[in-house]
């Protein structure tokens, strides 16, 4: 455990994000406005959520466990299921993309480390359930996935895919010097010209996707 930052709450901009106050008049506010702009964009973002020097406690500590990343250099389609081969060949099922990530799983992170710590902080899972209208929240009891590290290095990519569960949280630990983008389209799943908004996107059309830069 850090000395610097011994609790989760010492970590989180909490001037910003009152989160562990959400029946103050700045907790009810920030909740609304983190609510409306995931209901009508599809996320919601929170620039500055973790103090500047918490944050670089955060990167040393995952850079520490690098060592255990497993690399993962394979190919899927944007849906990440099987092969049919009674579709025709345009089908966007058929269309491959290509990934190469390393994953750091939780039960590799230090036991008593900042990543779990804040992970383990009940008012960010119940701010987290507020935002996504999920009473009762529970954290993912699965003890590799419940809270890994996604790790690219020079080359690295997670081509274009539909997540498979139902929401993902996201906290960038480090800048990449050049590149790295997180590019995404809201609000595509069961339209009726999905399949063909999906196979715009994977011959390189910008039509609808957003990008939200690693920092």
Not at 80 to 101: C, H, K, N
Request: contains cysteine.
């Amino acid at each position: 455990m850090s000395t610097a930052f011994p609790t989760a709450e010492s970590m989180v901009n909490r001037t910003r994000y009152p989160i562990d106050a959400p029946e103050s008049e700045a907790g009810i506010a920030l909740l609304s406005a983190c609510r409306n702009e995931f209901e009508t964009g599809g996320l919601c973002v929170l620039p500055g959520f973790i103090l500047p020097e918490a944050l670089a406690a955060l990167a040393d500590e995952a850079n520490g466990v690098l060592d255990d990343a497993y690399f993962c250099d394979s190919t899927h389609n944007a849906y990440l299921t099987d092969a049919d081969s009674d579709l025709p060949a345009e089908d966007v099922t058929q269309r491959q993309e290509a990934t190469f990530v390393g994953s750091i799983a939780y039960d590799d992170l230090p036991a008593n480390g900042l990543l779990k710590q804040l992970y383990l902080w009940d008012p960010l899972m119940n701010f987290i359930g507020s935002v996504l209208g999920k009473k009762p929240f529970f954290r993912f009891a699965d003890p590799l996935g419940a809270c890994s590290i996604n790790v690219f290095v020079d080359g690295g990519q997670h081509g274009w895919h539909f997540d498979e569960s139902e929401f993902t949280i996201t906290l960038m630990l480090q800048q990449p010097s050049e590149g790295g983008f997180f590019e995404y389209v809201p609000g595509i799943r069961g339209l009726d010209n999905e399949k063909e908004i999906v196979g715009g996107v994977l011959e390189g059309k910008r039509d609808g996707v957003m990008q939200l830069p690693f920092t």
